[in-house]
């Protein structure tokens, strides 16, 4: 079940990026204002239909990505809980060393503490 929902979150994280990658700013607007490009676009979408249709997949595709990360936060709980510990008590603590001083008589420099 996690295998299936992290693979769909990395889809859709990857399709993000494509379609916000995709998307024109907000200054692009005033350059087909003046005569600039995106023929191709208005005959396929409209004059602002390729707009809204990118910023509706987007939408979409952010709702997938809010849902799975829910859907994985809550099966990740559930498998730290039956296993009874965090990850971090899992870890084994590491003993301390004895702090070691040289004998005074064996030739090396004191270190000033």
Same mark, same amino acid.
């Given at each position: 079940?996690?295998?299936?929902?992290? $693979?769909?979150?990395?889809?859709?994280? =990857?399709?993000?990026?494509?379609? =916000?990658?995709?998307?024109?700013?907000?200054?692009?607007?005033?350059?087909?204002?003046?005569?600039?490009?995106? #023929?191709?676009?208005?005959? &396929?979408?409209?004059? *602002?239909?390729?707009?809204?249709?990118?910023? *509706?997949?987007?939408? $979409? &595709?952010?709702?997938?990505?809010?849902?799975?990360?829910? #859907?994985?936060? =809550? $099966?990740?709980? *559930?498998? !730290? !809980?039956?296993?009874? *510990?965090?990850?971090?008590?899992? $870890?084994?603590?590491?003993?301390?060393?004895?702090?070691?001083?040289?004998?005074?008589? !064996?030739?090396?420099?004191? =270190?000033?503490?």
């Amino acid at each position: 079940m996690k295998e299936i929902l992290l $693979v769909i979150h990395m889809l859709t994280a =990857v399709g993000i990026i494509g379609m =916000v990658l995709l998307q024109q700013g907000k200054g692009a607007d005033m350059g087909a204002a003046f005569g600039g490009g995106g #023929g191709a676009s208005q005959s &396929l979408f409209g004059a *602002r239909g390729s707009a809204t249709f990118l910023s *509706r997949a987007t939408a $979409v &595709l952010a709702a997938i990505f809010f849902a799975t990360s829910l #859907g994985l936060a =809550v $099966v990740y709980s *559930r498998q !730290s !809980s039956e296993q009874g *510990r965090s990850i971090t008590e899992q $870890v084994a603590p590491v003993p301390a060393a004895p702090a070691t001083q040289a004998p005074a008589e !064996s030739g090396a420099p004191a =270190v000033p503490k």
